[in-house]
């Protein structure tokens, strides 16, 4: 009977924790997208929507950025620092920001999906700059067909040695998904999201009122987590693919890369990546981290600026 008991009380005290769960991240993510609406336009590709921002003439460059952001994260700075020179298209991915999961999460057909969602706006073979996992699906964009040049900003672009951090571990499977998503949608506080954000960033600082501007709230609602992990968690496998195929590749590709990302780190990734390339341009900037699309945005501009005359 005391056995039945204590089972008893397990089970009411699992399902008041999950609704009060659920409660939680559900008013969570209604406050995050009353306060961070979407600021752009959608198109819609397959029944899908794709969120995007578009501004400026010239020609076409379309930035992707990388995994738990949104294109706010580009148009904190330097898209507008661009939008001069280039008609500039900023998206969110699949499944971040304000564009909708897709069924299938890899990078190909996240490429794909953005690349039919901006040809409907009359771009047909931009500039693309991938920041990050961005750059990722700038690459699988590549070696689909379409793009004129590349710039690449902090990409992963290789297979690397050992395993993802615990939070992506502990949700490369069913029952890890179905118990840590809702626990960190619920839960995760304020103060550990700025401390991720200055870990991304290090060792260059934060620039003042970025976290403000990105929308941090959003990627704590449970479809973004449930995408961004999915997402992640197949990269490295898919770059396995990918990397016999890099040699094929002769458009223009320029790299930025700090010496201090410990995010994705150089030696791994562009320093191997730009002898595959081959007609790649790798800049290394000391001393810089995972950001340097906001710590030494003229790196990158100027990366931009070349893509466009090579």
Same mark, same amino acid.
């Given at each position: 009977?005391?056995?039945? #008991?204590?089972?008893? @009380?397990?089970?009411?005290?699992?399902?008041?924790?999950?609704g009060?769960?659920? /409660?939680?991240?559900?008013? #969570?993510? $209604?406050t995050?997208? $009353?306060?961070?609406p979407? @600021?752009?336009?959608f198109v819609t590709?397959d029944?899908?929507?794709?969120?995007? =921002?578009?501004t400026g *003439?010239?020609?076409?460059l379309?930035m992707i950025?990388?995994?738990? %952001?949104?294109?706010?994260?580009l148009?904190?700075?330097?898209r507008? #620092?661009?939008?001069?020179r280039? !008609?500039?298209?900023?998206?969110?991915?699949?499944?971040?920001?304000? @564009?909708?999961a897709?069924?299938?999460?890899s990078?190909?057909?996240q490429?794909?999906?953005?690349?039919?969602?901006v040809? *409907?706006?009359?771009?047909?073979e931009p500039?693309?700059?991938? *920041? @990050?996992y %961005?750059?990722?699906?700038?690459?699988a /964009?590549a070696? +689909?067909g %379409?793009?004129?040049?590349?710039?690449?900003?902090?990409?992963p672009s290789?297979p690397w040695?050992?395993?993802?951090?615990? /939070?992506?571990?502990?949700?490369d499977n069913?029952v890890? !998904?179905?118990?840590?998503?809702p626990? $960190?949608?619920a839960?995760?506080p304020d103060?550990?999201?700025r401390?991720a954000?200055?870990?991304?960033?290090?060792?260059d600082p934060?620039?003042?009122?970025? +976290?403000n501007?990105? %929308?941090t709230?959003?990627?704590?609602r449970?479809?973004?987590?449930?995408?961004n992990?999915?997402?992640?968690?197949?990269l #490295?496998?898919?770059?396995?693919t990918? =990397?016999? !195929?890099?040699?094929?590749?002769?458009? &223009?590709v320029e790299?930025i890369h700090?010496?201090e990302?410990?995010?994705?780190?150089?030696?791994i990734h562009?320093? &191997?990546v730009?002898?595959?390339l081959?007609n790649s341009r790798?800049?290394?900037?000391?001393?810089a981290?995972?950001?340097?699309?906001?710590?030494? $945005?003229d790196?990158?501009?100027?990366?931009?600026?070349?893509?466009?005359?090579?």
């Open positions: 009977m005391t056995l039945k #008991r204590l089972a008893a @009380s397990f089970l009411i005290a699992v399902a008041a924790l999950a009060v769960t659920h /409660w939680r991240a559900a008013a #969570r993510e $209604a995050a997208e $009353a306060a961070h979407p @600021s752009g336009s590709v029944g899908k929507r794709l969120h995007y =921002e578009m *003439q010239g020609p076409d379309i950025h990388g995994a738990s %952001g949104s294109l706010r994260d148009t904190f700075g330097l507008d #620092r661009l939008a001069d280039f !008609r500039v298209t900023v998206v969110d991915r699949p499944g971040l920001g304000h @564009s909708d897709l069924d299938e999460t990078l190909l057909a490429a794909r999906f953005i690349k039919s969602g040809a *409907q706006l009359g771009v047909t500039i693309v700059l991938g *920041q @990050s %961005g750059g990722a699906v700038a690459l /964009w070696l +689909d %379409g793009p004129k040049a590349l710039v690449l900003v902090a990409s290789m040695p050992g395993k993802l951090d615990i /939070w992506y571990r502990a949700t069913a890890g !998904r179905a118990v840590a998503i626990l $960190a949608s839960f995760v103060s550990y999201v401390k954000i200055d870990a991304v960033f290090a060792p934060v620039p003042p009122g970025y +976290d501007f990105i %929308g709230p959003l990627t704590l449970r479809e973004t987590l449930a995408a992990v999915a997402q992640v968690n197949a #490295r496998a898919e770059l396995m990918m =990397e016999p !195929r890099y040699p094929t590749l002769t458009l &223009p790299m700090g010496t990302d410990t995010i994705v780190p150089l030696h562009s320093q &191997p730009s002898k595959l081959p790798l800049t290394v900037i000391p001393g981290g995972h950001m340097p699309h906001h710590a030494h $945005a790196e990158v501009i100027a990366a931009t600026l070349r893509a466009a005359l090579r």
